[in-house]
């Protein structure tokens, strides 16, 4: 994808707007998964500080992908692992989902620090999306790992260059998923939330 930063905003946009009929909204696991899969070029954009989340968010967007062969729509999936006692289980659809979400938790975090934040560094918008969103799940040695790979994040300006934005352009795009993904975040949260799952594990 020549440039990835438009697709991801027009996709989250449109899951927006099946939030936004409210009621018993319902997202379909296909939408869903495809939305998701546009962020990965992100994660491999930042380098070797996310070089750990894009391997993982990968892996799990493809096995989302896959289910929506099998599930309607997301929270059809989550209530089949529900019944089968399996939603904590290494590998299962709903623990997919929540690791997916984090990724696209992190990344609104990111783009709403790029938008505040003076400067070419992407360190400090970086840092604070990852300690918002990924620390306390990981282990010390991660978050050691993770913070030594800060140092090696590209400029700002290096980053849009390689996803082939200039920087107008980009802000334009970058605002829009970071308003879009909002809504998204929080009706996956609530489903997780509704059904007395929780979402810290």
Known sequence: MERPLPAIAKAFQELEKEVEKGGEAVISVADFAHACSLISVLFGCLGMAFKFAEK??????????????????????IDYDIRNNSVRDGGSHTRNLLRVLRGVDMVRLLFQQILITEGNTLKGPASKAYDQVFARHHSWTIRKAVGAGMFLLPSKSQFLKKLNEEE????????????????????????FLSKDLGTEW
Not at 171 to 189: C, F, K
């Open 56 to 77: 993982d968010y990968v892996s799990k967007v493809q096995d989302l992908s896959k289910a929506a062969d099998e599930f309607e729509s997301l929270p059809a999936m």
């Open 168 to 191: 107008d352009d980009a802000r334009v795009h970058i605002q829009g998923y970071a308003t879009s993904s909002g809504p998204i975040v929080q009706y996956v949260t609530h489903l």
